[in-house]
């Protein structure tokens, strides 16, 4: 399965009050079939991930808005996947185009988070955990707490590595306008900040956002761009987990996110060694270290390593959330494992503006689930 | 594409009150397996559709509840499109299939209605239709009751028109012990039943309800059954619409279905005259009659025709909804596009019971989220 990239756009990640779920869905389709270069009619298939827009704005059913608001009657179909919905569109959509039925999809990522009191969207939130997990009064920050705790008990990690990723998040971030928190953080800060369910810290935490983004894919042996334009996904793989954490045999890793990086691993007939660049989902530093590890970029009880001796900044070997991550760019959850795929397209066709990685190869986009009940790992080679 | 059904199973439709949306899910995914005769293990990529656990139940994220109650770590999707919402899963499974990265899915289509107040449930529903519409007050009997307005005032029908499908439908589920209401109903009946959107009234309309049902599906080529029990899917199609009413050309027709059937026929290499019975979307007794129109069974403006003759009913040329429908089978949003082709697949195997079809060969599933904004169309054959 090969499935080139025709466009990518990302919408500004924020607390974006003026603009409604439509108005971002509508930009981030139209920007991306612009930049594409192809008309709308082309489209044959389109797929919409959003996990909130039944619990928070009452609007299930987006495939028909999405339709509605293109005024197409072609397929559509909406996924729901909790903080893996982007990615798990994308993944439906490759197969779609593998499946020889259509050649061009169109992909949205979606989420409208900052409308309602931070309490409804707490537990909206918490509707991607088990109900006995929601019950007992647990938040994701404690669920993930309680992993980061597994694994500062297991290897040689301290609370200093818990801050790293999300200080490297943020200075990438202060090179990327469409950023939530366009700005850097010291390592002071994070310390400073209060702890949210320990070991874990206010800046450790990914925030609550809005914000859109989208892709449109086409069968590859179609594709008719620029040599220099040509992205392609070489490979789309998935897995599941266990959705309570009682589930788990070892809360100091996330199988899915094993299991779908050695598919993805395989049908690209590529490794760690070969990605020039990450994105991960870091929706709380911890995930970003796990994260590394699962993907085989480090060994297991390594991941702090990397952080510590700057390899996986901006400058460094290999590159991780040069977007700013779930951490910085903002974490609008249905968009997110969409923008991620958007950030490593920009790199590998070169216009990473000012955090532009050097002549990048292969870019690996890793989208989490709830605590990793779903995984989805993408590899794009240009 | 040619998609083998390997296993099909319903749970009891209904109030029932003593399953949870876990027990209905484990239960139908159980038994599909069990039916097609592989192990659980043989499960390569899992779908469910469902609309409401997220609205209803807070939880969302069900494909990893899947995967928990399975202990299985196959990659798993859920998949959400209003009362289409089955229908699409059953696509998506073929589509998985038919990309040739997978050889054996499971479906299963779910939902769990009857545990909150009406108020909860009605609004939760409404998350189907556009804000506007949910802004304007309108419910999805008024909806209908608008497009029912819109088909008397065009065509020659009645209020006994109205009233056929809803008879025809309790008369066939008094014939199938999984049906919510397993119970004939007289046409005086639904006449003193109340005016709920004028002109529909309260037996007209489908009910709320708890249910689940489940698919086990495979390449074709692969499939090692019985003659006897061999069942193809020999066409999945999908089409969109205006999620609004307001966006729509014509209310006495859902263009989505039309769609969808003209391709579902080309991929066949079938017509509506090739078909031996059909399962469709009767949410409202006009849904039905509008539904035989636009697949092409009908000619417009005669769908009133095919119930006053018989020729629908159990006994006539072509049987439509055998299992007694949304109306009287009932209503579990996200199981009904499955259940739909759970009771084709017994009718073609020869396992329909009291309401067996002598010697079927094709049938058609239609399965309709909101008033239209989706349509899917399965064609199966033996």
Not at 171 to 177: R, T
Not at 324 to 337: M, N, Q
Not at 347 to 375: D, F, I, M, S, Y
């Amino acid at each position: 399965m090969k499935v080139a990239i025709l466009g990518a756009y990302q919408t500004k990640f924020g607390e974006l009050w003026n603009k409604s779920l439509a108005d971002l869905i509508l930009e981030a389709s139209s920007e991306a079939i612009k930049d594409a270069g192809i008309r709308k009619s082309q489209i044959q298939i389109a797929f919409i991930g959003n996990k909130l827009a039944g619990s928070l704005s009452n609007q299930n059913h987006l495939s028909s808005l999405l339709a509605q608001l293109l005024k197409v009657h072609i397929p559509a179909i909406r996924i729901e996947a909790a903080c893996a919905s982007g990615g798990m569109a994308v993944a439906q959509a490759c197969m779609a185009i593998a499946s020889g039925q259509y050649e061009i999809a169109l992909v949205v990522g979606v989420e409208k988070m900052t409308d309602l009191p931070i309490e409804e969207v707490s537990s909206g939130l918490m509707s991607a955990a088990s109900l006995e997990e929601q019950e007992s009064g647990l938040s994701f920050v404690g669920l993930y707490a309680l992993m980061a705790r597994k694994y500062l008990e297991k290897f040689e990690a301290g609370e200093e590595d818990l801050a790293l990723p999300a200080v490297k998040n943020h200075f990438h971030a202060s090179l990327n306008g469409k950023a939530q928190f366009p700005f850097s953080i010291s390592l002071e800060q994070v310390f400073q900040s209060p702890i949210i369910a320990s070991p874990l810290r206010l800046l450790e935490c990914s925030p609550v956002s809005d914000g859109a983004a989208a892709l449109v894919l086409a069968d590859a042996r179609l594709a008719q761009r620029k040599s220099e334009d040509r992205v392609f996904i070489v490979a789309s793989s998935q897995a599941s987990e266990s959705l309570a954490l009682t589930g788990r045999e070892n809360l100091a890793e996330i199988l899915s996110t094993k299991k779908a990086a050695e598919t993805a691993y395989e049908r690209a007939a590529l490794g760690p060694q070969d990605l020039s660049l990450l994105e991960v989902h870091d929706c709380f530093s911890i995930a970003e270290i796990i994260a590394l590890e699962d993907l085989g970029v480090c060994k297991k009880g390594e991941g702090c390593l990397a952080q510590r001796n700057g390899e996986v900044r901006l400058g460094g070997r290999r590159p991780v959330n040069l977007s700013g991550g779930l951490k910085a760019c903002g974490h609008p959850v249905g968009a997110t494992g969409v923008k991620q795929i958007v950030e490593i397209v920009n790199q590998l066709r070169g216009r990473g503006g000012k955090r532009q990685v050097e002549k990048p190869l292969v870019g690996l986009a890793h989208n989490v689930g709830g605590t990793g009940g779903t995984a989805v790992v993408h590899i794009l080679q240009r």
